[in-house]
């Protein structure tokens, strides 16, 4: 380890955890930096400073109080990117609402577990993005949207939903309202003018730093994503930590094109900014390589952050040598395993020379590890850091459980501020993630050096990871088995030299049916989430097996990659 990492590591462990709750932070920071920028959305054409958008927030939570949200109340927001986003993150926290993230990619089927799951009371979506009509599918699965009074709205389907509000990020004050249900941004800032100031005040003042704050989906081994709850103290440390190994100020730029619904955008992008006063720059709703490129000379951003698929996509573009990226200094590659050579290239050719590699996941907030800017060029491409001041880390046997030394292959175990309250509704799971000992398991395996480097070797749960999305094998496989040819199949992923992985599904039909590769795939479109559709799949007879019938995806994974390896 250099002087200057142990440096570091001694003065950020110095620096005692944030005792306050996110909006109290918040107002210290817009205290100091009034007048810098906080914000910059190019695709909407805004920008706010500090005082500005503490004022558009205010407004927005008390448009929230005054439709009767309140301290634990859950809103979802189903968006892409956009300020809206942003406020709506900081509103709830500004008065103790659990902001819960759904995906943009979702369609009925995965919104509608994410409503239940999380028994959510209120919605913010788009109307919508490209293909995706968020307004027909919210008005498939709740009809009673297309004729009832938005301020009686019941759902028979969804019990604890009572609101459901859309707005146009162009033109969110102008939003027309597609059915009588619906609410829109303008009603909810309309009705803030009933709520006085000083009952905001005292509500923030009321607030505790443990509790939740946010819910996250994630998932472990088996089954539809988990709703991670997440406090005020576990994100609200986790960005300011991470502010601080990127070395971050309030002249920093951040070019944002990974989903602020994920916990990198919403945490190490968003509150990571704010937490010291830094500009979050909007590229995109959606990732366009070209408008990151854009951004990033336009703005002169002085970081990016991304999955490496992402990385890979800018310095691919045809047209990336005319752009000028000189202004950045460093970012955060995660997601996804990091190629060594695609680190340097970002060093070199995107004159990033302090891209610094993340690991983590959603249940620690999310970072856990970091590497270090001055780390030497072998830890910076080959591990993912050490972890985070004011978080323990250790390495223990799979089967056993009992720590393992230095340099032994296990299981990556984490215990500190940064670990979630737990999975909402849901103590058993909950239980088999943390022990007793408060020690996250995190089903990664991996080995420690006595500097304390962790090296990722492998992962325990099957966990597909493409292109930074995380994607859960029983959930496509319960989908799949819907498909009436289909008697029995085995999702697993496999290596991809863009995406870092890619789906595959082995499927056995029923006796005497027959199917193709494009049929399976087209009985998904438009039903799952594109980027978990199948790009491989096999028609097998037989699956391998363990001796008591247990599928063997490790082996079927071999087999794969054998035979296509040699059809290369």
């Given at each position: 380890?250099?002087?200057?990492s142990k440096?570091y590591?001694?003065?950020?462990g ?9 909006p109290?932070h918040f107002s ?9 920028a906080?914000?910059?959305s ?5 920008r706010?400073t500090y005082?500005e958008l ?8 008390r448009?929230l109080?005054?439709m009767?949200?309140r301290?634990?109340d859950?809103?979802g927001i189903w968006s892409?990117n ?10 709830t ?8 993230n759904?995906?943009p990619?979702y ?12 028994a959510?009371?209120?919605i ?5 993005f490209?293909t995706s009509?968020?307004?027909g599918m919210?008005?498939?699965?709740i ?6 009074s ?10 604890h ?13 102008e939003t027309?309202r597609p059915?009588?249900g ?11 003018e ?19 704050i ?10 539809f994503?988990?709703a991670?709850m ?6 609200l440390?986790?960005?300011y930590?991470?502010a601080?190994?990127?070395?971050f100020t ?14 990198f955008?919403m945490?190490?992008s968003n509150l ?8 979050i720059v909007?590229p ?6 070209l408008a ?11 970081a ?13 573009h045809?047209r990336?040598r ?5 202004s950045?200094?460093t970012g ?8 060594p050579?695609?680190v340097?290239?970002v060093?070199e ?7 610094l590699?993340?690991?983590?996941e ?6 856990t590890?970091l ?5 030497s060029?072998?830890r910076?491409?080959?591990?993912v ?9 250790k390495i223990?046997?799979?089967q056993?459980?009992t720590t ?9 175990c ?5 670990v979630?309250k737990?999975y909402?509704?849901d103590?058993?799971a909950?239980?088999k ?12 395996l ?8 962790v090296?990722i070797?492998?992962?325990?749960k ?8 995380n994607i859960?094998p ?6 799949l088995f ?8 085995a999702v697993?992923g496999?290596?991809n030299?863009?995406?870092g992985?890619e ?5 056995k ?7 193709t590769e494009d ?8 039903a799952?989430a594109?980027?978990k559709?199948?790009?491989?799949v096999?028609f097998?007879?037989e699956?391998p097996?363990?001796?008591?019938g247990?599928?063997q995806?490790?082996?079927m ?5 054998e035979k ?5």
């Amino acid at each position: 380890m250099t002087a200057a990492s142990k440096s570091y590591f001694h003065q950020a462990g110095a620096t005692p955890l944030l005792g306050k709750t996110i909006p109290g932070h918040f107002s210290d920071i817009v205290q100091m930096f009034p007048d810098r920028a906080a914000v910059v959305s190019i695709p909407q054409g805004k920008r706010f400073t500090y005082a500005e958008l503490a004022v558009s927030v205010d407004r927005l939570a008390r448009g929230l109080l005054a439709m009767g949200f309140r301290k634990g109340d859950r809103i979802g927001i189903w968006s892409t990117n956009n300020i809206e986003w942003l406020l709506l993150q900081m509103a709830t926290a500004r008065i103790g609402t659990v902001h819960v993230n759904i995906n943009p990619a979702y369609r009925p089927r995965e919104l509608a577990y994410a409503l239940q799951r999380s028994a959510v009371n209120g919605i913010f979506f788009i109307p919508f993005f490209k293909t995706s009509d968020y307004t027909g599918m919210l008005v498939e699965m709740i009809p009673e949207l297309k004729e009832a009074s938005p301020d009686t709205f019941t759902s028979r389907d969804f019990p604890h939903l009572r609101m459901a509000c859309v707005y146009d990020p162009l033109h969110a004050h102008e939003t027309v309202r597609p059915f009588s249900g619906f609410f829109t941004w303008s009603d909810i800032l309309a009705r803030a003018e009933g709520v006085p100031t000083e009952e905001l005040e005292t509500i923030s003042a009321s607030l505790d730093r443990d509790e939740t704050i946010n819910i996250q989906y994630t998932s472990g081994t088996t089954g539809f994503p988990k709703a991670v709850m997440l406090t005020h103290h576990n994100i609200l440390n986790n960005a300011y930590f991470s502010a601080l190994a990127m070395g971050f100020t309030e002249h920093d730029r951040l070019c944002v094109p990974v989903p602020f619904y994920h916990c990198f955008g919403m945490v190490l992008s968003n509150l990571l900014c704010l937490s010291v006063g830094a500009c979050i720059v909007i590229p995109c709703e959606y990732f366009e390589a070209l408008a990151v490129l854009t951004a990033i000379s336009g703005q002169r951003c002085t970081a990016v952050h991304g999955v490496p698929t992402m990385f890979i996509a800018e310095l691919e573009h045809p047209r990336f040598r005319e752009f000028d990226c000189s202004s950045l200094r460093t970012g955060i590659m995660a997601g996804a395993p990091c190629p060594p050579a695609l680190v340097k290239r970002v060093m070199e050719d995107m004159h990033c020379p302090e891209i610094l590699i993340g690991y983590g996941e959603t249940e620690a907030s999310p970072l856990t590890h970091l590497t270090l800017r001055d780390d030497s060029m072998d830890r910076r491409i080959e591990t993912v850091g050490r972890n985070l001041p004011h978080q323990e880390v250790k390495i223990v046997d799979v089967q056993s459980g009992t720590t393992l030394p230095l340099g032994q292959v296990g299981e990556i175990c984490f215990r500190g501020y940064h670990v979630m309250k737990g999975y909402y509704g849901d103590p058993e799971a909950t239980g088999k993630t943390i022990d007793e000992n408060r020690w996250l398991h995190s089903g990664d395996l991996g080995t420690m050096d006595a500097q304390g480097y962790v090296r990722i070797t492998g992962r325990l749960k099957e966990m597909i990871i493409r292109g930074g999305e995380n994607i859960y094998p029983r959930e496509v496989e319960d989908f799949l088995f819907t498909h009436p040819k289909v008697a029995e199949v085995a999702v697993f992923g496999v290596p991809n030299a863009f995406y870092g992985e890619e789906v595959m599904a082995w499927v056995k039909l029923h006796a005497g049916r027959t199917a193709t590769e494009d049929e399976i795939r087209e009985f998904c479109r438009g039903a799952i989430a594109h980027y978990k559709i199948p790009a491989y799949v096999w028609f097998v007879e037989e699956f391998p097996m363990t001796v008591t019938g247990k599928l063997q995806k490790f082996r079927m994974r071999e087999i794969a990659v054998e035979k296509m390896k040699k059809e290369q």
